[in-house]
């Protein structure tokens, strides 16, 4: 049974740090690219970052660059994502995903974040950055 566990989240106030995880289970781990998605209240889902872990091949919105970083550890099937500078605006439910397709690298390549293909989800972890 695949199974993605997000945790990590928290309260921070602006400027501070937080780094999620996301421990993945029940496929192999480095055959698929993993996506992190927001969620912030009467807000649409919104693509984050997403890594190709057996590339290192990395991706992330303009909205992140420069103060998240995506990174994954094999040994721990694990995908992190150290977020820096954080605004309130970053406020949101953090989710990862699965990418849907074992040949992906045409679609990543042409969206790293679409959420259509991202095939199994966790159930989300809340990120809260006070001013």
């Known amino acids: 049974e695949v199974q993605l566990v997000e945790s990590g989240g928290g309260l921070v106030q602006a400027g501070g740090s937080l780094r999620l995880s996301c421990a993945a289970s029940?496929?192999?781990?480095?055959?698929?690219?993993i996506g992190w998605f927001r969620q912030a209240p009467g807000k649409e889902r919104e693509g984050v970052s997403s890594?190709?872990?057996?590339?290192?091949?990395?991706y992330y919105a303009d909205s992140v660059k420069g103060r998240f970083t995506i990174s994954s550890d094999i040994s721990k099937n694990t995908v992190y994502l150290q977020m820096n500078s954080l605004k309130p605006e970053d406020t949101a439910v953090y989710y990862c995903?699965?990418?849907?397709?074992?040949?992906?690298?045409?679609?990543?390549?042409?969206?790293?974040?679409?959420?259509?293909?991202?095939?199994?989800w966790g159930q989300g972890t809340q990120v809260t950055v006070s001013s």
């Open positions: 995903a699965r990418h849907y397709y074992s040949d992906y690298v045409p679609r990543w390549a042409r969206n790293p974040v679409d959420p259509w293909d991202y095939d199994y």
């Open positions: 029940g496929f192999t781990f480095d055959d698929y690219p």
């Open positions: 890594i190709i872990i057996s590339a290192g091949t990395t």
